[in-house]
């Protein structure tokens, strides 16, 4: 069978790319578009494994899986242990529903020919077709991020009592494992939370503090509740950056028996929403 080496790459970049690009939406992150071009040429670059001798079972499913690592390390990078492990997963099944919209046509369109080597398929359709295909299955992915979006299961929302300056306040929080976020000198845990739901338990010093943390730090220095406040460091996959945070004199989080846990920890403080009103801070774990 001729395969035509441009057409090969062609089409596999454009399939990676919205493969990579459903895999952000699922994990919730921006990623640059320099970033997502270089993951799809590498990832197109992979599909001249077709043109190599044919490799054994065992073989070809390391370089499957070395070349799956590879192309989410360029691509994302590694941040966390957990969350690379995460969006391979993802990854790996964005792949699985590609390869199930080109079987459905395959099957209903009726291809003159189709190749499979090392892992790597090569089907004589029109580039139409693939990229159709590919649009179809970034949609089936925006469509299931929607409805799971829309349906946090509720087992992993708490409420949370958060006490500062003699005041308190009780919210909703997602528990979110992939928040790994800690304040790097004590390790404690950190919770973050929107500033519109703080904001009345928060001294008046406080106020512009967190809208302009590095312009109003003035203001804190001269604040009795200094000692209480803390810079943390996030590291994420769009980039890196620092939440100005504050030690609450009490943190409790409340399962839905109403069984309340203390939590040693630190509140870091976003004017960004959280969520569409369901929860309004994130927690990660606390057991």
């Known amino acids: 069978m001729i395969i035509y080496i441009d057409i090969l790459l062609i089409l596999n970049l454009f399939v990676d790319y919205f493969l990579l ?6 994990l919730k992150v921006n990623i640059k578009k ?20 044919s490799l054994n079972v065992f073989l070809n499913l390391i370089v499957k899986i070395a070349s799956g690592l ?5 691509t994302f990078g590694y941040k966390k242990k957990q969350l690379f492990i995460k969006t391979f ?3 790996f099944t964005e792949n699985l529903i590609f390869i199930g919209v080109m079987f459905f046509l395959w099957v209903f369109v009726s291809p003159p020919g189709m190749f499979w080597k090392n892992g ?7 580039p139409f077709v693939v990229v159709f295909g590919s649009l179809i299955a970034y949609m089936f992915t925006c469509v299931i991020n929607f409805i799971l979006a829309k349906r946090v299961d509720c087992k992993k929302i708490y409420s949370i009592r958060i006490e500062f300056n003699k005041k308190f306040v009780v919210l909703k929080a997602l528990y979110d494992s992939g928040n790994c976020l800690v304040e790097p000198f004590s390790g404690k845990p950190v919770c973050v939370c929107e500033y519109e739901k703080l904001v009345n338990i928060f001294p008046e010093e406080f106020h512009n503090f967190f809208i302009d943390f590095f312009g109003r730090v003035s203001d804190v220095e001269r604040s009795r509740f200094r000692k209480f406040i803390k810079l943390i460091p996030t590291d994420t996959i769009s980039g890196c950056g620092l939440l100005p945070a504050f030690s609450p004199e009490s943190f409790y989080v409340f399962n839905a028996q109403a069984k309340k846990q203390q939590l040693d920890c630190y509140v870091a403080v ?7 009103g369901e929860y309004s801070a994130i927690i990660g774990d606390f057991n």
Do not use: E, H, N, Q
């Not at 690009?21 to 699922?26: D, E, F, G, P």
């Not at 790597?120 to 029109?126: E, F, G, K, L, R």
């Not at 976003?270 to 569409?276: L, Q």
């Open 120 to 126: 790597v398929t090569y089907i004589a359709i029109s």
């Open 34 to 53: 320099k970033r997502l071009i270089a993951g799809a040429l590498l990832g197109s670059a992979f599909s001249l494994l077709i043109l190599l001798p």
């Open 270 to 276: 976003t004017t960004k929403k959280i969520s569409d």
């Open 70 to 74: 590879i192309l989410v390390l360029v």
């Open 89 to 91: 997963l993802i990854f």
């Open 21 to 26: 690009l459903s895999c952000s939406i699922l």
